[in-house]
């Protein structure tokens, strides 16, 4: 990958020496120009920045050095380029532009990613109050240039070339043969919408002062991968809903499970405590017919306590259904503490005026494509008497397990999840 870099400051780009993108760059998988835009001013004062017009604080890059800094990058495609870096030869080789700025869209893995597979780009690193607008315009325009104005985050830095440095970093490293374990880049915060579990290393009991001792999870020396997997899973949730709730969104928190049909016209979340009390709620207005159905009230959604549906969100991954704001729907789902190659849907509910629409067998498929890849059987349970249920469930593949359900008076129902969804994770 080629990459340009123009800044008044080009001594800044030097930490792109060390460590691992050095390394790249030392090994030719990246070729990486840093350019000084004075070298595109020809007064005497070599001067890149004048006041602006309609008056303010500040001064702002003038279009003319910019204008020839990028015409000289987007020119030079055809000079020393990489292998595979010019898509179309030489002559119609054109490098994305980025201009770094806090009123950009924000850079995000995703961005990452896709920038990942640009055979060039090229950054324009912006001082003051910014670059005259008709640069913006020119690049397009003239240079023929694609141009993405892009933020590090909602705070005002000095000048882009810290976000380069974030932005090269991040982009680089997925590059194939950048990084030595390319397992290492999967398990990563904001890869699969969740944030990186808590991780260890030696001693596994830790002095930290004298007489204080701080040990590692035993379930993380138990040798058990598969309880170390589900306990690393629940890490990641809990995390997420603590740090960052704003990622708890289903599309993102559960990539295996698209947002599709009788869902799509609701809103669709991973559930966070704030969301308990109406979930308690709900959970007894759904439950009173299954009390009825199976002759008794003694059963958990409609005897639990808003603590214990606070306690059930951390120990399940719980998913909302709203409409225009309403709690209508709810399930949840985990890896059985016991089997942990089964996936357990629970608490599977419709508001009772909702029923009836498809939005049962949305939620039970919704909460099904959030398996985990290594899971080989969904098990759900239900009342005797609950032929509603035992209908939805049969016609969703599920089949009776012979025998008593893990409750009195249940029946579990399981279902082996297809090779498909296996694959698909
Ligand atoms: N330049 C100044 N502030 C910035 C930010 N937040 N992101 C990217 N570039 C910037």
Redesign the pocket.
Request: glycine letters at 32%; aromatic letters at 10%.
């Given at each position: 990958m080629r990459l340009d870099v123009v800044s008044i400051f080009p001594e800044y780009l030097a930490p792109l020496d060390l460590s691992l993108i050095g390394k790249a760059r030392r090994d030719g998988l990246l070729d990486l120009r840093v350019h000084d835009l004075r070298d595109f001013a020809h007064d005497r004062h070599r001067s890149v920045d004048d006041t602006p017009y309609g008056g303010g604080a500040g001064m702002v890059m003038k279009p003319q050095p910019w204008a020839e800094a990028l015409a000289h990058v987007a020119g030079s495609g055809g000079e020393g380029a990489p292998e595979g870096a010019l898509e179309g030869g030489a002559e119609g080789a054109r490098p994305r532009l980025i201009v770094?700025?806090?009123g950009?869209v924000p850079?995000t893995q995703a961005l990452a990613r896709e920038l990942a597979v640009e055979p060039w780009l090229a950054f324009a690193c912006?001082r003051y109050e910014g670059i005259d607008e008709r640069v913006y315009e020119y690049a397009a325009q003239d240079l023929g240039l694609e141009v993405s104005v892009?933020?590090?985050?909602?705070?005002?830095?000095?000048?882009?070339e810290?976000?380069v440095l974030a932005m090269v970093e991040a982009v680089a490293r997925l590059l194939p043969g950048v990084i030595g374990n390319a397992e290492s880049l999967v398990e990563e915060s904001h890869e699969d919408g969740l944030l990186e579990y808590p991780v260890y290393t030696k001693p596994s009991s830790w002095e930290s002062a004298p007489g204080v001792t701080r040990d590692v999870p035993s379930v993380l020396m138990s040798g058990d991968h598969a309880r170390i997997a589900a306990w690393r899973h629940q890490q990641r949730l809990e995390r997420t809903a603590t740090r960052r709730p704003d990622l708890l969104h289903a599309s993102q928190a559960a990539p295996g499970a698209p947002v599709e049909g009788a869902l799509a016209a609701f809103d669709v979340a991973v559930a966070s405590p704030a969301d308990a009390p109406e979930l308690l709620t709900l959970g007894r207005a759904c439950w009173v017919t299954e009390g009825r159905a199976n002759g008794s009230f003694d059963i958990p959604p409609l005897v639990e306590s808003l603590q214990d549906v606070v306690d059930g969100l951390s120990q399940w991954q719980t998913w909302t259904v709203r409409s225009a704001g309403r709690l209508v729907g709810s399930v949840r789902g985990r890896r059985d503490p016991q089997d942990p190659s089964t996936w357990q849907v629970g608490r599977l509910m419709v508001a009772p005026d909702l029923q009836g629409r498809g939005l049962g067998r949305a939620l039970l498929a919704h909460v099904e494509a959030a398996a985990p890849s290594d899971t080989t059987t969904c098990w759900i349970n239900t009342g005797r008497g609950s032929e509603r249920n035992l209908r939805t469930y049969r016609k969703a593949g599920y089949r009776a397990v012979p025998g008593e359900g893990a409750y009195p008076g249940t029946v579990d129902l399981t279902k082996k999840r297809r090779r498909a969804s296996v694959d698909q994770g």
């Open positions: 770094p700025g806090p950009g850079f912006g892009v933020s590090l985050g909602d705070y005002v830095l000095n000048g882009g810290v976000a």
